[in-house]
């Protein structure tokens, strides 16, 4: 029967739901906090320079090819992608640079030249991380694990030794088994960063990731990442989806343990049959419903581990910076140092590694003729507020690595625009808890999968969760994942995989 339904947030997850359940012939609200609709995935249009301010990779693009799919788009063609070749380029604080050109036999003879042996070795990692990540996307990833059943898939069965080991280690015990060269394990290791956590906690199944470098490869859509939100809009209007900016929640309507609606701060009330937070989840659980009607109190949130904050500096430079990629990771030679001061100590590092993002490489429109278009993340730990005199220090220590990784030094005196993002940006844009950069958790094993916080309420029917503070967690294709998710639990689908059609509903 079709619903009223009412998503409180307009990040990757709440736009991705928002048309699929359109698509079943829902009416659908799509309320945002902010002026822009898109969540974190903003973009900043400053002196001529267009900046994404949020994701910049581009990864698993077979989710994104399901996802589209269901709606009859293909998905190469909705968001004119280029496949990045070479994928990214890492620079070292002590050793020359290695570029990663995305192609696995490629690359393990570049593995070769630096550890002998290597190469064979990156083949058959690349290969087992490959296994891991189908049978991820056929069995965990896209399941609510609604059903035990589920977990008895011959397929798991069989695959359960292999999968039991990559539990049972960190990720960086696991890559320590098989290389020896600081750098390789290095690169092998640096996609933890990308789920939050460090690769001396997260577990050895996040190898997956490595098949994204050496295998399905890094693309970027044409118009920058916000493009894919304006797709995302474009698709949700044309079914039918409202979207209502500049409008914070007070508060989750609770009629008789049953959403009913939402209060905005302005004292309007929409009244829903079905709600579904987009927010960040530590947030609606603590602010937006009553004490009686949270499954997930603050004492919950005291013994989760949140993903890193961060600064994000963007940059518009006058002239060309000719020995950057696309992509560039900047690694410092204390690289357990580094996750143990932001994941243990809680401490800004001395010296941090960072990402340094070059879009005019691949989209010349992102500046104007003659310019750079420049965008660097500096990890911070969680919890982390920065004055403005430490901000301004490692803004300049940031610019300080891009110079020496340019090989240019004047880069300051070229800087014709910039801006700046600090932790507390977050809390302030989107409610962030603990200052949180991506959005979510952290992914240790205790908050992964089905450990992780479940994207359904356990004291109030009819309110769902979705985004990368839930199942199946963060990332840009794990939030357009977690879509699919929430529409399996409204429709009543059971499935591990991922979705095939969408069932339309009587009007």
């Not at 059903?147 to 069965?157: N, V």
């Not at 490869?217 to 797709?231: A, D, H, I, Q, T």
């Not at 030679?333 to 005019?360: L, M, Q, T």
């Not at 300049?396 to 910039?418: F, H, M, P, Q, Y």
Request: proline share 5%.
């Amino acid at each position: 029967m079709k619903k009223r339904i009412i998503i409180i947030g307009s990040g990757y997850g709440g736009l991705a739901t928002a048309s699929l359940l359109a698509k079943a012939g829902h009416d659908v609200t799509v309320v945002e906090k902010n002026n822009q609709l898109g969540g974190r995935a903003g973009q900043l249009h400053q002196d001529g320079f267009r900046f994404d301010t949020g994701p910049s990779w581009y990864l698993m693009p077979e989710v994104f090819d399901n996802y589209y799919s269901l709606f009859g788009i293909n998905a190469q063609e909705e968001l004119s992608l280029t496949r990045l070749m070479p994928g990214y380029k890492v620079f070292f604080e002590s050793d020359k640079p290695i570029t990663i050109q995305g192609d696995v036999t490629k690359d393990a003879q570049i593995f070769e030249q630096i550890e002998k042996g290597a190469g064979k070795k990156l083949h058959k990692y690349v290969n087992a991380s490959t296994k891991l990540y189908n049978l991820s996307l056929r069995h965990f990833l896209y399941s609510n694990f609604t059903r035990k059943s589920q977990l008895m898939h011959k397929e798991i069965l069989s695959r359960l030794p292999q999968f039991a080991s990559s539990v049972a280690m960190s990720l960086d015990s696991y890559v320590k088994k098989q290389f020896n060269d600081s750098r390789i394990r290095r690169i092998l290791e640096y996609h933890s960063v990308f789920i939050g956590g460090s690769p001396y906690e997260i577990p050895a199944l996040y190898s997956l990731m490595s098949t994204l470098d050496f295998k399905t490869g890094v693309y970027f859509p044409k118009n920058g990442m916000y493009s894919l939100s304006e797709s995302l809009i474009a698709l949700g209007t044309s079914l039918g989806v409202a979207y209502i900016k500049n409008a914070p929640v007070k508060k989750i309507i609770v009629t008789g343990h049953e959403a009913a609606g939402i209060e905005l701060e302005d004292g309007t009330k929409l009244s829903a049959d079905i709600v579904i937070s987009n927010a960040d989840l530590h947030h609606t659980e603590t602010k937006l419903l009553q004490p009686e009607h949270s499954s997930y109190p603050e004492s919950y949130w005291k013994k989760r581990q949140p993903g890193p904050s961060a600064l994000l500096i963007s940059l518009g430079i006058k002239g060309t910076l000719d020995n950057l990629q696309h992509h560039n990771l900047y690694f410092v030679e204390n690289w357990k140092d580094n996750f143990d001061a932001i994941y243990k100590r809680g401490e800004v590092p001395e010296h941090a590694s960072i990402y340094i993002c070059n879009p005019s490489k691949t989209d010349p429109t992102a500046a104007p003729k003659g310019h750079e278009n420049i965008f660097i993340l500096v990890p911070i730990p969680a919890n982390k507020k920065l004055s403005p005199s430490e901000t301004s220090a490692l803004t300049d220590k940031a610019i300080g690595i891009l110079e020496t990784v340019s090989g240019e030094r004047n880069i300051r005196k070229r800087i014709v625009t910039r801006d700046i993002v600090s932790p507390q940006t977050f809390e302030e844009r989107f409610n962030a808890w603990a200052y949180n950069a991506l959005g979510g958790q952290s992914h240790l094993l205790s908050q992964s999968a089905f450990f992780r916080t479940p994207n359904i309420s356990k004291k109030v029917k009819n309110l769902y969760y979705v985004g990368a503070g839930t199942t199946p967690g963060i990332g840009l294709p794990m939030c357009l994942i977690s879509a699919q998710l929430v529409y399996k639990r409204i429709a009543g689908v059971h499935t591990s995989g991922p979705l095939e059609t969408i069932e339309e509903v009587d009007s």
